[in-house]
């Protein structure tokens, strides 16, 4: 685990904000020379702490309104089994995070679509697909109250 200090936070906190900040803003917002700013961001990335960057898409603007959370429950928890799912399921275009979970179901993907009838179609040709799945349980989010990609530092 990195040990970070306040200006480190400082900066990982406004790179979170605003990712296409320049290196020179950033410096200034956080009271570092340009150099010094760009020394910690390149340790930050080389210790793991920066994953990478990214452009967020709004799905509602693509037409893409509706998340499902859906719970899949294998038929066992062989290591084989397990792996042969999450590598299936990396293929499923409309799923956006899975996660292993501890308690009745083995797995929770968020999911999405268009609409009802969108998440029909990736039932039926991927979701019902996958192996070793035993049972799926779909459940419709009626709207987004709060999201966030920061962490909280």
Known sequence: ?????????KILNRLQ???????????ERVNLSP???LRRVHRLEAQGVIAGYAMLVDADALGLGTTVFVEVTLTGQAVDLLSEFETAVREV???????????DADYLL???????????RI?????????HVARIRSIFA?????????ITL
């Open 93 to 103: 275009p409309a799923v956006m995070e899975c996660y292993l979970m501890a308690g």
């Open 110 to 120: 968020r999911v999405v679509v268009a609409d009802v009838q969108d998440f029909e």
């Open 1 to 9: 685990m990195a040990e970070l200090d306040a200006t480190d936070r």
């Open 17 to 27: 904000a605003d990712g296409r900040i320049t290196n020179a803003e950033l410096a």
């Open 142 to 150: 009626m709207r987004t109250v709060y999201k966030s990609t920061a």
């Open 123 to 131: 039932h039926k040709e991927y979701l019902s697909r996958l192996p």
């Open 35 to 37: 150099s010094a700013c």
